[in-house]
């Protein structure tokens, strides 16, 4: 059986004043005793899936321990990344690993992080037992 749910979108003020809907997803990241709520872009066409650096420090994530190298390209291009592996779980759905590029970029200038931001900060250093 196919479990199914829909989830909304959310309404998005640009920096211009633009507004648009936009599908965030409400997800929890696990990284060993660290976990936190966030929101997650639903991008269809994305090659990869990037966790803000902020985001992984958070998840006790250290830097200089990691040694995959991830090349990014438009907007990240600019920025080193490495390759980590965390646990998501969604809402009811079965967990999954997923690879994220962790990037040094500030992502709290483009708006899309300061959402999350909001949303997250009530969660985090939330301790789980996975």
């Known amino acids: 059986m196919t479990q199914k749910k829909r ?8 920096w211009d004043g633009e507004t648009s ?4 997803l409400p997800l929890k990241l696990v990284n060993k005793d660290y976990s ?3 929101l997650g872009l639903l991008d269809t066409g994305a090659s990869v899936n990037v966790l803000p650096y902020q985001l992984g420090l958070e998840l006790g994530l ?3 321990n990691l ?3 991830v090349s990014l390209t438009g907007n990240l291009a600019q920025f080193p990344a490495k390759g980590v592996i965390l646990k998501v ?16 970029s500030n ?3 483009s708006g899309v992080y300061d959402e999350q931001k909001i949303f997250y900060s009530k969660f ?4 789980t037992s996975c």
């Open 67 to 69: 040694n995959i190298i």
């Open 36 to 38: 936190l709520k966030t």
């Open 124 to 127: 985090r250093n939330e301790k």
């Open 21 to 24: 809907l936009v599908p965030y």
């Open 62 to 64: 250290n830097w200089e």
């Open 107 to 109: 992502l709290e200038l």
């Open 7 to 14: 989830f909304n979108f959310i309404e998005k003020t640009n």
């Open 89 to 104: 779980e969604i809402e009811t759905f079965s967990s999954v690993l997923l690879a994220f590029a962790w990037t040094q």
